[in-house]
């Protein structure tokens, strides 16, 4: 299995401009989490997804941040417009249900908006 | 609500010798697990070892074992023989039950240095 794979690796944009992250969890997995890691936030949960439905979005910021799972292969984050406050480490993770032993983390995206 | 507290921020370790890093958490699910990550210089998460809420004994994985003490609500992690390769931040992290769902909930993180 490849494993959680995450796009893109890194990103530098300017502010203002729409950012799309991409994650595709691994195949069975039923469980998809959005995570943002910064030195001052640590690790915040932004968003998970059971069966391609969103549970809980409390954790994204502001409406500038939004969501989706179309299916269970794709799932994509998008910030517009994006702001220098929002650049971080975005992770994408997968599990089964119960995710007792299979949360598995993709590499991570590093966004850096200047 | 969950809540996961790690309270040491960072520590030194010598070589060779064990070392425990503190976990405590909060949760009213009677249903949950306890999870610890290791997140090295080159950013990747890691797991290492898991232990549910009705497991009998604690849980071990090679050199790492789970300290799990349910009625004080902690989930110590203990690295027995340390290494140079794990320097790293360490994350405790649970997976609630009931409303909570599979969410995971991630601790602030310690960050362990280990001199040769």
């Known amino acids: ?114 | 609500a969950q809540k996961i507290t790690q309270t040491q921020p960072g520590m030194f370790v010598q070589e060779k010798e064990a070392v425990t890093l503190d976990c405590t958490y909060d949760t009213s699910d009677p249903s949950y697990g306890l999870f610890w990550y290791k997140q090295p210089s080159s950013g990747e998460m890691i797991f290492l070892i898991y232990q549910g809420s009705y497991d009998q004994q604690n849980a071990t994985e090679g050199r790492y074992s789970l300290n799990f003490q349910k009625a004080r609500k902690s989930a110590n992690l203990v690295i027995s023989a340390s290494q140079l390769g794990d320097s790293a931040m360490y994350f405790c992290a649970m997976r609630g039950g009931g409303a909570a769902g599979n969410k995971l909930t991630f601790g602030g993180g310690t960050r362990v240095l280990v001199k040769p």
């Open chain 1, 1 to 114: 299995d490849a494993g959680v794979i995450q796009s893109p690796r890194h990103e530098v944009t300017e502010m203002g401009q729409e950012v799309t992250l991409r994650c595709k969890p691994i195949s069975g997995h039923n469980s998809l989490f959005w995570y943002r890691q910064t030195m001052m936030r640590g690790l915040e949960l932004l968003i998970y997804f059971n069966n391609n439905v969103p549970i809980d979005d409390s954790g994204m910021p502001e409406d500038r941040f939004s969501a989706k799972m179309p299916n269970a292969s794709f799932s994509t984050l998008k910030i517009q417009p994006s702001e220098p406050r929002d650049s971080a480490v975005y992770f994408c993770a997968s599990s089964p249900i119960p995710g007792n032993y299979g949360y598995t983390f993709g590499s991570g995206t590093r966004l850096t908006v200047v």
